[in-house]
C-alpha cells in the first residue's frame, strides 16, 4: 500500500519509520527542511513522569492570573475568536478532576512502550544522541515541589512504573555540582530520558532513507482530496495519488484540513529555547527548574534552555527579551555553571506546540473519510508520545482496526 505522510516533524517521521517496517511504501512531504520545525527546538524530553495533561484542576485560574505577564511561564491569554473561545470552554471542561484522570490513564496505556520504541530506533540503526541519567527537579522555595509530589502521589497508586528520589539541596548538589547554592530541595526521577531532537531527527532521517522512503523537503501539501477509492495529494507542482494518508502537521493541521470539513481543537503554544555554551561545571541531568518552569538539557556540545508557553500563538518571532530571561533564570540555580552567549543570545528559536484542549493527541482515522488519518496535536509531549504515537498509526493503516488503547485518541466526541 502507498502512504503520503504530510509533515517532517518527529510524529510524521517517526510515523513513516512504523509504517515502512510493516512493508508500506512511504513518502513524507514537509514544507520546510526537517527539523526546522517545534520539533527541533523542543527540549527533547522523553517524560513517562510528566506525561498527564495541563487541563488539570486549579489550572484555569493559574492561566488567567498570568493572563496579563508577558514573561509568565504559562500564559493564557483573551482574545476574541470563536476557535479560540471554544477551545478555552473545552479546556476548561478537561480540567474536571474526572476528566483529567481519564486523561492520565491514557497517556500511562500510550506511553507502556515508549522507552522500548526509543531503544529499538538504537537497535535499527537510527543514529541520535540520548541520555538516561533521569530528570531533576530543583526547587529554590520551600514548596517548589508541591506541584511534583502531587503529580507523584497521584501516578504511583495508578500503577505508574517510574519512582521519584526526594533530596535535600545538599544531596542535589552532591548529585549533580552543576546545582548551586540557592537550590533548596529536589526530587529525581530515573525513568525519565533526554535526546537531543535535532540529532533525532537527522538520524530517523537517513534510517528512513535508507529503508527506501522518499522524503520530498521544501515541498509544501495544498490540498489532499478523494479519488476514488484513493487520495489525491496536491504538492508544488503535481500530484500524487496514495491509498492513505497521514497527517502530521502539528499545529498547521487545521490549515489543511479545512477544506475537507474537518476542525480540530488545535492551537499554537509557543516556546522558545537557546543552546548555550558554558564555563564551570555542566549539569549531568536534564534539569526541571520548578519556580520558572523551565527546562535544561545538556548534549554533548552544549546545553539547551526551554521554556514558556504562550497560548493562542500564530507566528515564531522570538522576542530577544524572552531569551535573555531564559538564559537569566538559569543563574539562581546553576552557580556552578554559567551560560557564555555573549552575543548569541539571537540564536534563541522558537516554535509551536500543537495543543488541545484535553492534552491529548489526535490518533486515528478521520470518520467518514476512508483512508485518511490523522497523527498530531501532541501539546508539550510531542517527542515523548511519537513513537508510539507512530506505532498506533501504523497498526491502524495495515489492520483497518482500532487498538483498544488508542480509543482515548479518537476524534469522535472531541472535536
Ligand atoms: C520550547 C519547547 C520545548 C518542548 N519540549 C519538549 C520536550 O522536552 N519533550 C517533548 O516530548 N515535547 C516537547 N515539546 C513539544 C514538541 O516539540 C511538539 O509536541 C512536537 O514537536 C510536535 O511535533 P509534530 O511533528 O506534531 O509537529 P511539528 O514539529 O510542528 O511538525 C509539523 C511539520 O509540518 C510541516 N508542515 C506544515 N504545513 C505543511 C504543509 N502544508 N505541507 C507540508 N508540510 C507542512 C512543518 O513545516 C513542520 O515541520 C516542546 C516544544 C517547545 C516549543
Redesign the pocket.
Known amino acids: 500500500m502507498t502512504v503520503a505522510v504530510?509533515?517532517?516533524?518527529?510524529?510524521?517521521m517517526s510515523t513513516a519509520w512504523s509504517l515502512r517496517r510493516r512493508g508500506e511504501d512511504v513518502t513524507v512531504?514537509?514544507?520546510?527542511s526537517?527539523g526546522?520545525?517545534?520539533?527541533?527546538?523542543?527540549?527533547?524530553?522523553?517524560?513517562p513522569s510528566l506525561s498527564t495533561p495541563l487541563a488539570s484542576p486549579g489550572i484555569v485560574g493559574l492561566g488567567v492570573r498570568h493572563a496579563f505577564d508577558p514573561n509568565g511561564a504559562l500564559s493564557i491569554r483573551p482574545r476574541l475568536d470563536t476557535d479560540w473561545i471554544r477551545w478555552l470552554w473545552k479546556f476548561a471542561r478537561a480540567s474536571r478532576p474526572s476528566a483529567y484522570e481519564s486523561g492520565v490513564r491514557a497517556l500511562l496505556e500510550l506511553n507502556t512502550r515508549t522507552l522500548d520504541l526509543f531503544d529499538e530506533f538504537h537497535q535499527d540503526g537510527v543514529d541520535f544522541e540520548m541520555h538516561s541519567a533521569g530528570l531533576l527537579a530543583l526547587a529554590r522555595s520551600a514548596d517548589g515541589l508541591n506541584w511534583f509530589t502531587q503529580l507523584f502521589d497521584h501516578l504511583l497508586p495508578m500503577g505508574f512504573p517510574g519512582s521519584v528520589e526526594y533530596l535535600s539541596g545538599d544531596e542535589a548538589r552532591e548529585r549533580d555540582p552543576a546545582v548551586g547554592a540557592g537550590v533548596h530541595a529536589a526530587a529525581h526521577t530515573s525513568i525519565d530520558r533526554?535526546v537531543d531532537?535535532e540529532s533525532l531527527l537527522r538520524g530517523l532521517h537517513k534510517r528512513i532513507t535508507e529503508m527506501g522512503v522518499t522524503v520530498l523537503q521544501h515541498?509544501?501539501?495544498?490540498s489532499v482530496a478523494p479519488g476514488g477509492a484513493r487520495w489525491s495529494v496536491r504538492i508544488t507542482d503535481r500530484s500524487l495519488d496514495v491509498d492513505h494518508v497521514v497527517v502530521?502537521?502539528?499545529?498547521?493541521t487545521n490549515?489543511?484540513l479545512a477544506p475537507l470539513g474537518v476542525r480540530l481543537p488545535i492551537v499554537g503554544?509557543?516556546?522558545?529555547?537557546i543552546d548555550v555554551k558554558g564555563v564551570g561545571t555542566p549539569p549531568r541531568h536534564a534539569l526541571y527548574l520548578m519556580e520558572p518552569k523551565l527546562?535544561l538539557?545538556p548534549y554533548h556540545d552544549a546545553i539547551r534552555i526551554?521554556?514558556?508557553f504562550e497560548l493562542p500563538s500564530r507566528n515564531e518571532r522570538v522576542p530577544e527579551r524572552r531569551i535573555r530571561l531564559l538564559v537569566d533564570q538559569v543563574r539562581h540555580y546553576l552557580t556552578e555553571w554559567g551560560a557564555d552567549v555573549g552575543s548569541d543570545i539571537g540564536a534563541g528559536k522558537?516554535?509551536?506546540?500543537?495543543a488541545t484542549p484535553d492534552s491529548l493527541p489526535f490518533i486515528g482515522p478521520v470518520p467518514g473519510r476512508r483512508g485518511l488519518y490523522i497523527?498530531?496535536g501532541?501539546?508539550?509531549?510531542?517527542?515523548?508520545?511519537?513513537p508510539a504515537t507512530a506505532e498506533g498509526i501504523a497498526d491502524m493503516v495495515t489492520t483497518g482496526h482500532i487498538p483498544e488503547s488508542m480509543l482515548p485518541f479518537q476524534l469522535a466526541g472531541r472535536t
Open positions: 504530510i509533515g517532517g516533524g518527529i510524529v510524521g512531504i514537509e514544507s520546510g526537517i526546522h520545525s517545534a520539533s527541533g527546538v523542543n527540549a527533547g524530553w522523553i517524560t533526554h531532537p515541498t509544501s501539501v495544498q502530521a502537521l502539528g499545529a498547521a490549515a489543511l503554544a509557543k516556546g522558545y529555547s527546562g538539557s526551554a521554556g514558556a522558537a516554535g509551536l506546540r500543537p497523527a498530531a501532541h501539546g508539550m509531549l510531542g517527542v515523548t508520545l511519537a
